[in-house]
């Protein structure tokens, strides 16, 4: 699993998420920054400025039986994809993908308002516009989602307007860093939380166990 | 994981195809067979026959954590997941969904033509139609299926189609009983193949994994 | 007509709704009760219960020139028409198309919210979701709805919101009991107004007439 | 029932068509021919000439409950909508929706190549592309299509490239004056065959008992 | 460039509107007014009324290379296309292809809100909704519109929701006569804002240039 | 116009291309090469290694009304979206949306099969599925498609079989070079020819002159 931005906190973070999902017998788990990243991926130039360094950072790697791209945006999915024979999952797709098999109709949590124009486009690219009964952002600087309590509150917010007023049957989580709130806001909001890291990890040691 | 239909084979062909995903530390899947269901799953009256059964059995299941109906037509799903406040998965679903995950369009392998429609129908319901490429029967009887090496040079074949001539980036196995072909039908074709039964046990023990 | 509820006094209700359709020279309209049904269809255990106490009915009715299943989730009609060379209508799918003959975009008055994902779904699977203009519960209780003024009343208001707010130019009543407030809905709102069972009749005499 | 052609003997055939649908307590059905129509509505510029003609004709039909518009362009269906508070059946639009109602996918018989682009353009606007099997052209002259036979033959021929090529599970007839084959083309193709004059006629009964 | 109406002030401002894409080396854009047209085209019997003496007008122009209807309904724009080998351009046409240029969803603003749905049954067979944001009606009377101040005043209002409340990119002017006012409205919004007869112009002079 | 490859050939045809584009009193239409791209635009690599150098470019170019990316791949097109407040357009984009205003269905011919997946998820990322008729490739090597008459041949002979077997009723060359065939490649299908350079060029000065 290769986190994007050199944000070595969230990388720490991708470790705690996908724990549960290491096995003695399964697959090991490692979580990478990709040290040339920007400290945070917010815009669209954030995005394509790793594409080929994650495009390198997996050629490079011969051993690896799947991997990971840690970020909502999935940047690089299919460059990364064209440069190994093993599979490579990205976040969004997977957690998007997951929320289907748990709900008619999916809401996602945005960080910020600028970034739903860019996921909704993606959502288009994906052909899955039929499934989303909305996505609402949760506005909120880098500094206050920092503070754990805070975010919880305004997920558990803008969770219940997407349930109610949009009608989601299950919520993805859009962002790599939110792992730690996903069974409390599950727990509160009364439908299926998915958290898109854990969603692609657990594609991806699917794929790896029966080959 | 539930076999809707009442052949014990294919059970037994289910253990076969999860065990890559039974790990120590993970949660333990048990194959069960539906007794009162059909000895195949062929027409829509076998399927609608397997419903209330399948509910019956899942309210019964007070501490299981997830389920899976293994059937390609995901008989009963919505009514098994009113059931329960576990999260239960359909085969077809699953596997389709994992489909997307690793090609931009998916093609299907069909043991029948008449079973096509329903299935086209179903894919419709899921708004997933603009990813898929084709699908494809292999138009053989229950006895010729059981032989596996005629079997899997004919899902060479029709693979080879989905992939040629329907423009798929990766195949779906139609069916529940063909895990074993799995692997080799993907070396011969160059592309993933996804069996859907345990496309699905991946998705349950991500689910379970991260309670 | 098979009314796939065991209340009998919804069967009479089907009756009267459909006499302005029985002509001396067309065919008989026949209404009957599922007796095994459950009083209400609101659940998914409700709509699978029937499916094949339906398709039973179905095959022992030899002689019958067409079908029309009388519950808005149309349940067991896939598998009533795998049953019989006569045709079978289900009263939400024609409801909905001869919607379509009326208006651009139409709304849907649905009994409970929670039957609304239910629809959607079927909606979704019929591939007609672009002419919905949005579906509105009137989230009234039995007991309530047995009382015709009030329902009425209700049926007005959420009608209007449908065609102010949503854009519908027709609406559809979600329910096989509602025939009586068709024509007083019609004239409050001003757009036409869809008694499904109606409309299923409408069709399958449309279908016998012209063998 | 309005023919948008001046062709009489038209005319005299849609009185046969719909003869199967006049019931002595039901509404009366008057088959009128558009005396400004071209002999044949075969191009865009046929179709846009008595769109206006229409318009007049309809609103100076003060005392008629119903109008049908009986050629499979729908020329002049909102225009003529426009100008009554009378319901306005087009029959493309009514043949496709009873169409719905009998199979996933329909196939359409066009008369020329020509008239199928204009058809398809019709299909997306009313939404309904997803069910679309296929429309296959006659490809006859009007000399040809005269004789009876011969065209029987050639409907054959092309309604079974429809279901067995391009999966269509029912049938439309794309033209206003076929409808003494529906029934011959019905039991050779063993699939549904709507013949849409009489589907729209069978809609305007509907409509207008449950005033 | 033709107008459909046979208001000539209208004629006059599209006359202003395309100066400035006429360029000495360019083709010469001729506006002219379509003498038989209702004063303006506000109802669909009004745009019926213009498609055959469109028609007529093509057909006599014979030394056009490129013909544009600047009415936002695009009347006759198919029959125009099937009686001349010169492109036919319509405004509403090629104004939302110009707009799908510049943002992924646009919004459009209507002169009134009984022209909306047909509008959204254009785009819907355009096959373009996915990329809707939005279109909502200033509701003016034609005589204040007239007034340009208050005109642009509430076109800036309407395009502020258009914007804010459903997320649209860049807004398309769904009339005519609207140039003088897209400059000052796009500074005022901060997106793009398409003016649909010079979008028709632009893509017009295209298409010669490269003959 | 910026060429993101570094062939110079290549961006003196775009020179060619746009002269007829050029007028005394239009904007300036400059061409240039992206000196750090790869020779030729083939693989995802290569779009994905232009991104940010275009970024760069157009950040650099402050005194540029609008920015024409000629690579059908449209790299990097909203990231240079994000870096500029003047339009940036693709040819891709400009490409398909002209053919849209010439034809129902547009048909794509690309040079070769492995670009096709990329150009139709690029298609569904703008919504525009359901106006493709076909895209089909011409298979040929760079050295083969350098001389002329060879390509122009099997550009015909393609462009033949998108015309009859797809139903296209306009061609997008799917590549920057070759616009040289445009014209005659539009004289022998009898069908609108769009060369995406042509059209992007022709949108970037619609756009500038109406500022």
């Known amino acids: 699993m290769i986190n ?28 990478e920054t990709l040290t040339e990243g920007p400290f945070g991926v917010e815009t669209q130039e954030h995005a394509e400025s790793v594409t080929i360094p994650l495009r390198r ?41 997951t929320a289907l098999a748990r709900a008619d109709r999916f809401g996602v949590i945005a960080i910020k308002t600028r970034s739903i124009p860019r996921h909704i486009r993606y959502l288009r690219q994906m052909g899955l516009m039929d499934r989303l009964a909305g996505e609402r952002p949760l506005e909120m600087s880098v500094a206050e989602t920092a503070s754990g309590d805070r975010t919880l509150e305004r997920m558990i917010a803008i969770g219940r307007e997407l ?27 009364g ?17 790896i166990a029966v080959r």
Not at 16 to 22: E, F, K, N
Not at 191 to 207: E, F, K, S, Y
């Open 163 to 189: 349930k109610d007023k949009d009608g989601a049957g299950a919520i993805v989580m859009g962002c790599a860093g939110m792992a730690r709130h996903r069974r409390p806001l599950e727990l509160e909001l």
């Open 191 to 207: 439908i299926p939380v998915i958290d898109p890291t854990q969603a692609a990890v657990a594609m991806a040691i699917g794929t």
């Open 57 to 97: 950072k997996v050629e490079a790697a011969n051993d690896v039986d799947a991997f990971v791209i840690a970020c909502y945006s999935d940047p690089g999915l299919h460059v990364a994809r064209e440069g190994t024979t093993s599979p490579v999952f990205g976040i969004a797709e997977s957690g998007v993908l």
């Open 4 to 31: 994007p931005n050199s944000n070595e906190a969230v990388t720490e973070g991708l470790r705690q998420a996908v724990l549960p999902l290491s096995y003695a017998e399964g697959p090991e788990i490692v979580c």
